[in-house]
């Protein structure tokens, strides 16, 4: 008994103030020396415990009280009478959603319209193409699907296989092959100055000078073959009507290419003219130098002057002061065009577009580079070593946590079969199943307690087993338990159990739902009664029944190490515990750690089949990532190792800042009900990291589990707006952590901004990546080879990962993802999730006889029920007004039903 009350009333210094504070060690812990027990206490008297935890009260932030008010200008145009939501709560929380989906549009027009979109079809000309531009187009782009036949004529590209097709040209066919991508405009005429408006020209030098009918030059040595005058199509009128469908864009002229090419040009209003023809009749066959007064000269006098003034020039503004009328300047530019033009200046390369493409390539070398970062980290898991425990880490106890719900023979049965089968030691190990009330599931035919009593062996009589009295979370904060405990022996094995069974008050006996409070009030049952116990607090009657139980198994609650969380429907490798354990007793800095889930229902649909790779990705790639950083960002509540306390015997997932604010009742925003409701485990992770940011959680690839996933869509679409809403909100919520891994850019912080973005604009991504592979591979338009290139890094390195892990069977999985599943996790469920953000039920997943609405912690109509009245809020206090809770001696007491 005084060894008992001594460790009972133990307190820890280490961040173990009830407000989260910082106390010394040795202000905070109690010692008991004196020989004799009774000159402390007297005789039958329990030692008076510790004050309850008292639950911080979270006040509205000013981010808050903006947040509120920006949801409010989002939906200005609707009023509270048009929302068809029961309660203010829950109309704020359809505002909210509104605002949020509002956020989304904005951050993908960012991102993805203005950095994706407008570089592709804006900054992307689709009828200009420069002479090396022509030559990739007609050796094949997109990977040679598309190749070309284009020559120019006069500044103009045309299709030369086209025009290969047409009647006249199909005695001429062979001839073809040997003009693709030459300039081919000596085979088509210039009008002769005669057909132009005479404004430009000196009528007198005009008339010795240029010939009357359309010409062509004479042809190059050697090209006599492939040389054919067309003299009927001369101008640009003809070239239009003949040629016009052939034609696939403009020349465009750079400086360097004009430099190149040689000869004289001038640029008016971005079109470029060769004049070299008029140039050379005006130099001087002794100096070479153009000679301004030639008698030679044609053109009328401002015209003459712009071409010998403004040579290699934009000569645009002077063209603008000699053509000040409209007239005369369509005139002047009808005889530039058809007796000089050659194409279009290159504009494209303007500041705008040029900074636009920088930044798009930043942004997408960024995410390569997280990508190859994240297949390094996964490859540094590769050549690690099975665990092989010694003497001292198999003398660990550890209990092994499963909440379960509405489950069946069939998945309970399978996961304590498997938690049997694990080769950790019998005597140290023990099952602690939390069955979240009297549920009977969809299509079963017992309730899930009864089951439990089916496989494991014990009498459940609810009529007359005593229930246990505890406060609980949610709108009701009473309910009862009860506890059942005993030794299942099975082919040689044994297994040590704890069941607790949620049940309710009497009020609620005969509700489909009798007990029902929910995953997150489950877990507190078992951190309550640690809470309480390393603290020396009042134990409630729950608390005292479990630790009866425990201790009648010949389990130390005060020895326990640590915990292993699984869900109900997850099957255990034989070693995971082993690995687990071993992984944190060699590095006791690790808080906690997860394994590899795997989907172990892979063929029985389609849709089981989309989530093989995506499970294997999300873990080998994010997970192994996040672990090497000591910061796993999710934990998930179906495979994970908890630290219940440290060797000096300082609380961690049970002290007094992790467990009070993961016990908060008052939560009532939108964001709050994701963070608690839908996302528990995600929450619980981010507590963790908050508080002990001196320790790592961590990621421990050999550990391996099988959990069945959801293999209808529907059913899928409920889990996943779950798991989408939940991990956005959380995601915020990590950005408060200021101690994560790294330094301003470089840190975790920023994979987490990045993280956020990306999951909000996962649907405008894959529309842009659609929009994306239409315009490369079917209209062949020509992409820069980096973008191509970032791609296949993005598909390559999830190849890799599982390519050096041998596991070869998923070529075949990540194939499946890649043409069902990416439409559906990338585009459907994220659009899907973010207009159901206000749903806060768990849906499909979570279904009972002659129910479809799922688990009532989540029901929208709650949304409007504060949890707990205003003001300070305390755990373990009283349960009821008419009866008290006594503290009692407690002994090893070997029973079936307490």
Not at 91 to 104: D, G, S, Y
Not at 279 to 306: C, K, Q, V, W
Not at 337 to 366: A, K, Q, T, W
Not at 870 to 877: N, R
């Amino acid at each position: 008994k005084y060894s008992m009350d001594r460790k009972s009333h133990r307190r820890f210094g280490r961040r173990g103030g009830s407000d989260g504070t910082e106390v010394a060690k040795s202000s905070r812990r109690v010692r008991f020396t004196p020989p004799d027990p009774e000159s402390l206490f007297p005789r039958n008297t329990p030692p008076e415990p510790n004050p309850p935890l008292k639950i911080p009260t979270v006040e509205p932030t000013s981010s808050s009280k903006h947040w509120a008010r920006f949801s409010a200008a989002c939906t200005f145009f609707v009023p509270d009478g048009c929302i068809r939501r029961e309660g203010a709560a829950a109309k704020q929380a359809w505002r909210e959603k509104v605002a949020t989906c509002v956020l989304v549009l904005l951050a993908s027009s960012f991102f993805v319209g203005f950095f994706g979109f407008v570089p592709l079809f804006v900054c992307q000309d689709q009828e200009l193409y420069t002479w090396d531009e022509i030559a990739e187009q007609n050796e094949g782009i997109a990977f040679s699907l598309h190749t070309r036949s284009w020559s120019t004529v006069h500044g103009g590209i045309y299709d030369l296989e086209s025009l290969g097709a047409i009647p006249q040209h199909t005695t001429m066919s062979g001839a073809f092959p040997a003009l693709v991508g030459k300039d081919l405009s000596d085979m088509f005429p210039r009008p002769p100055p005669s057909e132009l408006p005479e404004q430009c020209f000196n009528a007198t030098a005009l008339a010795e000078r240029e010939p009357t009918e359309a010409t062509c030059p004479q042809p190059a040595d050697g090209t006599e073959d492939e040389f054919f005058c067309h003299e009927n199509i001369a101008g640009t009128r003809f070239l239009s009507k003949f040629m016009g469908e052939y034609r696939k864009g403009t020349l465009a002229w750079t400086v360097d290419d004009r430099n190149e090419r040689g000869g004289d040009w001038v640029v008016i209003r971005n079109r470029v003219y060769n004049v070299t023809s008029y140039t050379d009749i005006l130099r001087d066959e002794d100096t070479g130098r153009i000679d301004e007064d030639s008698p030679n000269a044609y053109f009328a006098p401002d015209l003459h002057l712009l071409v010998t003034n403004r040579l290699g020039e934009d000569a645009t503004e002077y063209f603008d002061t000699i053509a000040t009328d409209g007239a005369t300047a369509e005139a002047y530019l009808e005889c530039m065009d058809e007796m000089f033009y050659v194409g279009d200046n290159d504009y494209r390369e303007d500041p705008f577009c040029d900074s636009l493409n920088f930044i798009m390539y930043f942004l997408l070398i960024f995410v390569v580079a997280i990508l190859l970062l994240q297949c390094l980290c996964s490859l540094l898991y590769v050549a690690r070593k099975k665990a092989t425990l010694s003497k001292d880490m198999l003398e660990r106890q550890v209990m092994v946590m499963v909440p379960c719900y509405n489950e069946g023979e069939k998945e309970l049965g399978k996961t304590i079969k498997s938690v049997m089968e694990t080769d950790f030691p019998e005597d140290n190990k023990v099952l602690l199943v939390v069955a979240d009330g009297i549920i009977t599931g969809k299509d079963e035919a017992m309730s899930t307690p009864a089951t439990l009593a089916d496989i494991l062996g014990f009498e459940f009589k609810p009529e007359i087993d005593k229930a246990h009295q505890y406060r609980s979370i949610g709108a009701k904060e009473r309910n009862r338990a009860f506890v059942y405990s005993g030794t299942q022996e099975k082919d040689g094995k044994k297994l040590k159990y704890v069941v607790v069974v949620k049940c309710g008050v009497t009020s609620e006996r005969s509700s489909p739902r009798a007990g029902n409070r929910g995953k997150r009030d489950s877990q507190l049952i078992v951190a309550g009664m640690l809470n309480r116990m390393h603290y020396g607090r009042e134990m409630c009657e729950l608390d005292l029944a479990l630790y009866r139980a425990l201790s009648g198994l010949g389990i130390s609650v005060e020895d326990l190490t640590y915990m292993m969380a699984i869900d109900a429907d997850t099957r255990v490798h034989k070693d995971s515990m082993s690995q687990m354990l071993f992984a944190m007793e060699k590095d006791e800095t690790i808080l906690a750690c997860c394994g590899e889930t795997k989907v172990d229902n892979k063929s029985q649909s389609w849709v089981t089949a989309c989530q093989v790779y995506e499970y294997y990705s999300s873990h080998h790639m994010k997970k192994a990532f996040e672990s090497v950083f000591g910061c796993v960002t999710c934990l998930p509540g179906c495979f994970s190792l908890y630290r219940i306390k440290t060797d000096d015997d300082n609380p961690l997932i049970s002290c007094d800042y992790v467990y009070g604010r993961y016990a908060r009742n008052d939560v009532e925003s939108l964001h709050e009900k994701n963070l608690y409701h839908l996302g528990e485990d995600r929450m619980l992770t981010t507590l963790l990291l908050q508080h002990f940011y001196d320790m790592k959680l961590s990621f421990v690839p050999e550990a391996v589990c099988w959990t069945i996933v959801p293999h209808t869509f529907k059913i899928l679409l409920s889990q996943r707006r779950r798991w989408i809403n939940s991990t956005l909100h959380n995601m915020m919520e990590l950005l408060k952590v200021k101690t994560m891994c790294g330094i301003g850019f470089a840190s975790m912080k920023t994979v987490v901004v990045t993280d956020v973005i990306s999951t909000a604009i996962l649907p405008a991504s894959l529309a842009y990546f659609l929009t994306f592979v239409v315009v490369v591979l079917v209209r062949g338009q020509a992409i820069d080879n980096t973008i191509l290139l970032v791609y296949g890094v993005t598909l390559g390195c999830q190849v890799v990962v599982f390519m050096f892990r041998a596991r070869w069977d998923y070529f075949l999985w990540f194939f499946v993802y890649t043409i069902l599943g990416i439409p559906v996790f990338f585009f459907l469920l994220p659009l899907y999730s973010f207009w159901h953000m206000d749903d806060l039920s768990w849906g499909q997943t979570r279904q009972v006889q002659a129910d479809t609405t799922g688990g009532v912690e989540g029901k929208v109509e709650d949304m409007q029920k504060s949890s707990r009245p205003k003001g300070e809020t305390t755990l373990g206090e009283d349960q009821t007004q008419a009866d008290d809770l006594e503290v009692v001696d407690i002994g090893n007491v070997n029973v079936v039903a307490v």
